[in-house]
């Protein structure tokens, strides 16, 4: 089985860009370091996108996870270009690609076209929003598109460069023309799931690619906001069960994307450091298995 070869490319983040000081970050495989807590700006209109990333960064958010695409990141861009650059972490996403032939040179529009859109020199994490339908028999276009990402991430368009949706074998796959070892890898994570969803989590760890959560709370069914377990933790420890599900996802060292127009639920989702939940109640999250989840929804392994 092939892997990614242990090195990582040498292209380092643009002049311009301080180390990273935040408090709850997590190191990637080529030192930068990314907030562990990102707030996600899928579903939002335009309006809604701008006035909740202007809101997001007043609270003291430093991480905006945005996507081509969400068509929505020029109001996106807006709200950023009110604040230094090197004061915010900035993830985005190009869609998948299945033309062999064509797969670079569109991918390389989508990532000008991000740039442009955001208003912005270069992104901090530029991620494949996931495989194309029908997953490896695209191979040789998923190869083709992580190149053209490659290719952004040594001009230091991006400081890091990863994947989202992707399972092993779509790893796999990259890994037989990557010269890049992907950083991130943005699945859908939540109690209910378990720790290691389809050994996909303890897949990337060995290949140093960091597990990143999307839809932490579920997929709307209330479960991990208003359910039993997580309010019954979440009432030992004065915290919400939505506070009790997001602290799971970190407590397992993943990076947590969340989603609110909320200022109090912003704020909420902020505080997941400084407490933990006990050996036993976390031993009982890690067990549950509603709600249903899949880590991604273009593969199953």
């Known amino acids: 089985m092939l892997l990614f070869s242990c090195a990582v490319s040498s292209a380092q983040a643009p002049a311009s860009v301080p180390p990273n000081d935040w408090a709850h970050t997590v190191k990637l495989n080529n030192g930068v370091a990314m907030p562990l807590i990102s707030l996600g700006t899928w579903q939002y209109s335009p309006a809604v996108a701008e006035s909740t990333v202007r809101l997001g960064l007043s609270l003291g958010y430093n991480h905006i996870d945005a996507a081509l695409d969400y068509k929505n990141q020029r109001s996106v861009g807006k709200a950023l270009a009110e604040h230094d650059r090197a004061s915010y972490f900035l993830t985005t996403k190009v869609p998948s690609r299945t033309s062999a032939s064509s797969a670079f040179a569109d991918t390389s529009k989508d990532l000008a076209a991000d740039l442009e859109q955001l208003g912005l020199s ?40 990863g994947v989202s949706n992707y399972c ?22 939540h109690i209910g799931m378990g720790p290691d969803p389809i050994g996909l989590r303890s897949y990337g760890d060995r ?51 969340t989603k609110s127009t909320s200022a109090r639920h912003l ?32 593969c199953d392994a």
């Open 168 to 189: 092993q074998s779509s790893l796999r796959c990259i890994a037989r023309a990557a010269n890049v070892t992907p950083a991130v890898n943005q699945i859908k994570y």
């Open 267 to 298: 704020t909420a989702n902020l505080d997941l450091f400084g407490w933990e939940v006990s050996a036993q109640e976390k031993e009982a999250l890690d067990a549950a298995t509603s709600p249903k989840g899949h880590p991604s929804f273009m």
């Open 122 to 161: 270069y992104v901090d994490l530029m991620l494949v929003h996931f495989p194309p339908v029908g997953n490896t028999l695209h191979c040789a276009a998923m190869q083709e598109q992580w190149r053209a990402l490659e290719t952004f991430y040594r001009a230091k368009k991006a400081r890091a460069i």
């Open 207 to 257: 290949l140093g690619i960091v597990t990143q959560a999307y839809s932490p709370l579920g997929d709307g069914t209330g479960e991990l906001i208003s359910g039993p377990l997580v309010t019954g933790i979440g009432a030992k420890h004065n915290k919400s069960g939505a506070q009790v599900s997001l602290r799971w996802v970190v407590g397992h060292g993943v990076p947590v994307s």
